[in-house]
């Protein structure tokens, strides 16, 4: 669980912007102590609970205790709050089914929230979500464009591979619907 959380957090680093010290501070504390001190970790986002990223972050850690209630309150105030990285986990919740109700709409509603906050891994999971649902030509170019702005996305240049193989289905799909 411990590893888990670590790398969630490199990612989330990775994600934050040059100019987003504090989210890196949070990322780095939790990374340092999470192995040794892992109460002190909790107690340290609970005394920040009120910055959006640290209640975000005190509600992922409650999904890694299976504490999934308990988490999704904490990740739904960091939404509320117009975290992007919450209102993406949000949509994962809908779209996995995992916490919420299974429902690709609102998965889509809460992704596209967060990625037009700029958050690369909404653009990629809304282009995602937009492919697999589509049903015209309108639904697929959607779902280009949300691909094309996860590629310019620079936090996203290493899932670049990723992304290009879901741009290059959507292509294809949107020529098989031309015909």
Known sequence: MKYIFKTLCFIFAIQSSNADCFKKSVNNYIATWIDKKPETVKKYLLTN????????????????????????????????????????????????????????????????????????VAQFNAGVVFLKYAKSSKGIRKAIYWLNMALKNPAMKEFKPYILISKQNAIEKLKSIKK
Request: net charge positive; aromatic share 14%; glycine share 10%.
């Open 49 to 120: 609970i009120k910055e959006p990223y640290c209640c975000f972050m005190y509600g992922t850690l409650l999904l890694y205790d299976k504490n999934m209630k308990k988490a999704d309150i904490y990740i739904t105030k960091a939404a509320n709050m117009g975290l992007p990285e919450a209102l993406n986990s949000i949509g994962d919740g809908y779209y996995s089914g995992d916490i919420r109700p299974k429902d690709h709409k609102k998965a889509l509603e809460y992704y596209r929230m967060s990625a037009k906050k700029g958050y690369g």
